[in-house]
């Protein structure tokens, strides 16, 4: 087993990565950390448990230590649910001290020795951690996408075969993703707000980085260009959206390659059965509440696939989205041994 933290344990995505890492069978969750405002106390008593399965008790009473890796000493690897703004040097110190870090934050998504990986999509990036490695302490950094650009790479996956040069996105966003303190019920009750900060930047930049060949030690972005215009609606959790892509094949092509599609990874623990579930024949699918806990929250429903090419695909933001995404790239990173 390999003893595991989770930094920014009380927010959002860090409760989903208690409810996922509580028995996990590789990783032995042994540190939780928040901000000072929790320190210090047990976690069942500080923390307020929004999700919608049980609080997992056999951890209720570990304490919330420092965010810091010399409060952290007997982890060898910490999942990260900090905000971007902490993350950047957090992260940072975790990894000079020795320490693998998977995280969520977007800091260093983008920084060219850091891989920015969804292992059915681009696994072999993870050759990165060895142009970290040469240069540091041991430690490293990996991340995962922004939660809507994951659900759109995950979607594309089977279609990759094809040529195409213009994929334009148009999202419909759950409030989950924004946090616990996101989103005012004021604002999102009876609306829909056609505007999330930095959104549409990172759906159009981190899609060509994952997509993208790994060449010597760095990875050359992929040749298309992605438009995209994002949108909060009110949605508890799952992130919805309507794809387009100019690929010139008959539509009972791109249907097959949807439904034969096998993923180039298999036996990590979190890894769902189909991590894309294609819908042929039923017109009003996927829909969020329907479909968002498929595949235990891991799988990416995709449907409505018309002529142009048109689809609309959908996956659940805090579980595909962020923690589920984070500890399927530490399975993948000890399956491959760089751990
Ligand atoms: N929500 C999603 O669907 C989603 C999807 C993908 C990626 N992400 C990313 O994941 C990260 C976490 O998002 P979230 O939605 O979980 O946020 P959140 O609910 O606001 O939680 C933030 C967490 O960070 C801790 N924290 C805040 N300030 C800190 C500090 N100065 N030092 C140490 N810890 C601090 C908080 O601890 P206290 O409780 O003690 O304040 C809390 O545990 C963000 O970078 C976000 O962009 C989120």
């Known amino acids: 087993m390999i003893n595991v933290g989770v930094l920014g344990a009380t927010g959002a995505v860090g409760q989903r990565f208690v409810e996922l890492l509580a028995d996990h069978p590789w990783f032995r969750l042994t540190t939780l950390a928040a901000s000072d405002r929790s320190e210090g106390k047990p976690y069942g008593k500080i923390v307020n448990w929004r999700l919608d399965t049980p609080f997992p008790e056999k951890i209720a009473k570990v304490k919330v230590t420092a965010t810091s890796p010399k409060s952290m000493k007997d982890v060898d690897l910490v999942f990260s649910a900090l905000p971007a703004e902490i993350a950047t040097d957090v992260e940072k110190e975790f990894a000079d001290a020795g320490i693998a870090v998977c995280s969520n934050a977007s800091s260093h998504r983008m920084v060219s020795d850091v891989p920015l990986v969804v292992p059915e999509v681009n696994p072999e990036h993870l050759g990165l951690i060895d142009v970290q490695k040469d ?134 623990p979190t890894q769902p059965a189909e991590s894309v579930h294609f819908f042929e024949s039923e017109p ?56």
Request: include cysteine.
């Open 284 to 339: 009003d699918r996927p829909q969020p509440r329907l479909d968002r806990m498929r595949g235990r929250g891991m799988t990416v429903s995709v449907g409505r696939l018309r002529e142009g090419v048109r689809f609309v695909a959908m996956g659940h933001n805090t579980i595909r989205g962020a923690a589920g995404a984070s500890v399927l790239n530490a399975e993948l990173i000890v399956k491959k041994k760089y751990l």
């Open 135 to 268: 240069k540091g302490s041991g430690g490293f950094i990996v991340t995962n996408p922004n939660c809507s650009t994951i659900m759109m790479v995950t979607a594309l996956a089977p279609l990759r075969k094809f040529s195409f040069s213009d994929v334009r996105v148009a999202t419909m966003q759950a409030i989950s993703g924004a946090g616990f303190a996101g989103v005012a019920a004021m604002a999102i009750y009876d609306n829909v707000i056609p505007y999330i900060g930095k959104e549409e930047e990172k759906m159009e930049t981190e899609t060509l980085k994952i997509m993208g060949t790994l060449k010597g030690n760095r990875v050359i972005d992929a040749p298309f260009h992605v438009s995209a215009s994002c949108h909060r609606v009110p949605v508890i959790d799952g992130h919805t959206m309507a794809v387009w892509v100019d690929i010139d094949e008959p539509l009972g092509t791109i249907k097959k390659a949807f439904a034969d599609y096998k993923p180039p990874i298999k036996g990590l």
